[in-house]
């Protein structure tokens, strides 16, 4: 099958393409025909070698984590899917490869894809949807009422988080430039921050949830916008968020977190619920073939993307079945 391989650490000219056998799937697994995948900044920061000391990769690697495609193959002991199934899935970083033709899924990571979304919007979906989902309901307690600043509404985890905020029942106040403002706030954002035209994010003590997906600002920026029991959660661990994580333990009711995406076919089956109530949309910055994944690299490592990078592997139809 066609492949795009890193050859070893480096940036994306470490990038080529490859001839590799199919991958066989196990008696849990399903291979999936991938119509699309997309380009999240953890799969060239694992090959960067940024994270090597912490994930360490194996090469040729294929890069990506999220699929969208058919269902070919199912193992002995899959129950929940079919050949023909419509799937989507995130691979967990230690079994990333959907930069290919053909990817093997565990079956507890996958979800039918929803009908109200494209191949290229499914694809976009699973690791930014899932971050999303998991940070504002899981490590941010989000409960409808609650008020949650978004920093970065407009990037690939930052639409999804407006969105499902809004799904929670929740008042969203989504940072973001002014040029991404209207399509944000078509997303239900009930407050707009430009950041380009102001330092100000809102009066002290204003949110119960600050998620922030940039994390480009110290934590002493927003510390003052918590509630006295407010809760920061982070999308990149660092060690000064996590010193401060211990010490807020011993005097404060104020919480710092960061989101450690786990990958499951739960979670991603409520988030295409959503979509398929029309309560969650994909929005895509630019599609790639397969054949310029470095391209979509550096588009990604430019940090200015509006939503998600699709990668399209079939090379022709972004449709749904």
Known sequence: MKAMQYTGYGDPSKIHPAEVPAPKPSSDQLL????????????WKLHNGSLRFIVPVRFPSIPGMDLAGEVVEIGAKVTRFRPGDRVMACLRSRGFGTAAEFAAVDERLAALAPKTMNDHEAAALPLAGLTALQALRDLGRLKE???????????????????????????????????????????????IIDYTQTTEFGPLASFDLIFDTVVSEPFGRYQGLL?????????????????????????SKKRI??????????????????????????????VFPLSQLDLAHRRSQSGHTRGKIVIDILGASAGST
């Open 145 to 191: 009422g609650g008020r949650v600043l978004i920093v970065g509404a407009s990037g690939g985890v930052g639409h999804y988080a407006v969105q499902i905020a809004k799904a929670l029942g929740a008042d969203v106040s989504a940072v973001c430039s002014g040029a991404n403002a209207p399509w944000v706030r078509e997303f239900g954002a009930d407050e």
């Open 257 to 286: 977190k960061t989101v450690m995406l786990k990958s499951n076919g739960e979670d991603l089956a409520f988030l295409s619920t959503l979509a398929e109530q029309g309560r969650l949309r994909s929005v895509i910055d630019s």
């Open 227 to 251: 509630k006295p029991d407010g809760i920061y959660v982070s999308t990149l661990p660092a060690i000064g968020l996590m010193v401060r994580s211990v010490l807020f333990r011993l005097f």
């Open 32 to 43: 999936v025909k991938v119509a699309a995948s997309s380009v999240n900044p953890i799969d």
